[in-house]
């Protein structure tokens, strides 16, 4: 596959199969992490579905299945989001997961990220005035904004029960927001936290079928939904820190970290300096004894940390 500027960020199929047999047709996706792929404990489905399961990669979640209940046939649906979705590191190897039972592809979100003010929120709303958005007619835009400018601003193109839906917002402010505490953080990987920004195309199956053929091509689907996802996608380089599997996690706990500076880090210094620089004896006094179970779920423990 050539490299591509978008990326997958949530995908959902549907096959006449049990969870077991999805599970195995997933973990060529994943490559050397495949065999750690697992399914965890059962519970409610959801969206009508009578049964469900999360799908894990150790203790981190990465999407979940559904299945059961008489309306629903047979069918199996499975769920990846835009955290399983970056655990992906071969997209090549769907042929397991198509040559599934009845496989369809339900839904698929492309995503393109720019990270040096390629693409802005005034530009997004500009594009709409000037028709970029119609195929048929014009479809409706919706803006949130916030009392705070650094929450970000937030656009909605289409309707979201419909086959087509735009999203659009300043991903720079979500991640700031989810790595320190307001008006601390001004880069991201060396990149100004107002320039970086998200377009998201979310296609649904249900008016039309999507064919399998899109995730491959997926830069050639985003530009072809609207004039102005074909304007906004030449010249843009590969989204490359945004696929990496590995940040999200980094970031986690950097957060993390970063809180507990922010909170506790001067009594922690002082302690240190009442223990006259004994480390040890500090950190027997504060460390736990057991894994925070948000972290894990974050996969914390599944990438490298400088």
């Known amino acids: 596959m050539s490299p591509t500027t978008t990326t997958v ?13 999805a599970l195995q047709a997933l973990r060529p996706l994943f490559g050397h992490l495949g065999p750690d792929l697992r399914l965890g404990e059962h519970q409610r489905g959801v969206l009508g579905f009578q049964r469900g399961i999360q799908v894990k990669l150790a203790d981190a979640t990465l999407g979940r ?11 199996l649906r ?19 997961v198509e040559a599934l039972p009845g496989a369809e592809l339900r839904r698929l979100d492309i995503a393109m990220t720019t990270w040096d003010g390629e693409v802005t929120h005034d530009q997004v709303c500009q594009a709409h005035a000037d028709g970029k958005f119609t195929i048929r007619r014009p479809p409706n ?40 505490f307001p008006g601390e953080l001004t880069h991201i ?16 199956a249900d008016a039309s079928d999507i064919p399998w053929e899109a995730i491959e091509r997926r830069d050639q689907y985003f530009a072809g939904a609207y004039p102005f996802c074909a304007e906004v996608l030449p010249g843009i380089e590969p989204d490359i820190l945004q696929r ?7 970031r986690e706990l950097q957060a993390a970290l970063a809180n507990i500076r922010t909170q506790y880090g001067n009594a922690l210094f002082t302690a240190l300096t009442a223990y006259h620089g004994d480390i040890g ?24 940390h400088e």
């Open 281 to 304: 004896a500090v950190w027997e006094k504060v460390c736990g004894s057991e894994h925070h179970r948000g972290m894990l779920e974050a996969g914390v423990l599944l990438v490298d």
């Open 141 to 180: 835009l919706q803006v949130i904004t916030n009392s705070d400018p650094r929450a970000g601003r937030t656009c909605y193109v289409g309707s979201r029960t419909a086959d087509k839906f735009f999203r659009a917002y300043e991903k720079g402010f979500e991640l700031a927001a989810k790595l320190s």
């Open 78 to 96: 499975v769920d990846l989001p835009g955290k399983g979705c970056g655990f992906v590191n071969d997209w090549d190897a769907l042929d397991q």
């Open 65 to 75: 299945m559904d299945w059961g209940g008489e309306s629903q046939r047979g069918w």
């Open 9 to 21: 960020d949530w995908m959902r199929f549907r096959a006449q199969v049990d969870p077991g047999e």
């Open 244 to 250: 990496r599997p590995e940040k999200a996690p980094q």
């Open 189 to 204: 990987d060396g990149h100004a936290i107002e320039d970086i920004y998200r377009c998201e195309l979310e296609l649904k």
